[in-house]
């Protein structure tokens, strides 16, 4: 079973940055497909980030996008998420998804939480004024 570690969240200033890591168990991370997540109180989880594993790129929610930036480390298993600008709609629980299962080549909606078999935690953000 893959397990997801996420670290760096925390108390941030509007307009300030904080930069969030997942970590990631298993052999094959490089066939991961890698996301995250948010979700605020009374709100439903809310696409963040995440690459495609067919052919790596990178996609953004339309609220983060230009301020977010989601990038990996292969060698260490990790995927970060990289927030700048932020402000105060960004306060959330963040989540680390990966999408294991299946074929590699197989389509999938990229934004969308149930295409994600592994989930990590969750690590509080919270965006002061």
């Known amino acids: 079973q893959v397990q997801l570690v996420e670290s760096g969240g925390g108390l941030g200033q509007a307009g300030g940055s904080l930069r969030l890591s997942c970590t990631a168990s298993g052999r094959t991370f490089t066939k991961y497909g890698m996301g995250w997540f948010r979700q605020a109180p009374g709100k439903e989880r809310e696409f963040v980030a995440a690459?495609?594993?067919?052919?790596?790129?990178?996609y953004y929610g339309a609220s983060v996008k230009d301020r977010f930036t989601i990038s990996k480390d292969n060698a260490r298993n990790t995927v970060y998420l990289q927030m700048n600008s932020l402000n105060l709609e960004d306060t959330a629980v963040y989540y680390c998804?990966?999408?294991?299962?299946?074929?590699?080549?197989?389509?999938?909606?990229?934004?969308?939480?149930?295409?994600?078999?592994?989930w990590g935690q969750g690590t509080q953000v919270t965006v002061s004024s």
């Open positions: 690459f495609d594993r067919r052919d790596g790129a990178s």
């Open positions: 998804a990966a999408k294991i299962g299946g074929a590699i080549g197989t389509y999938y909606t990229i934004s969308v939480a149930d295409e994600y078999d592994h």
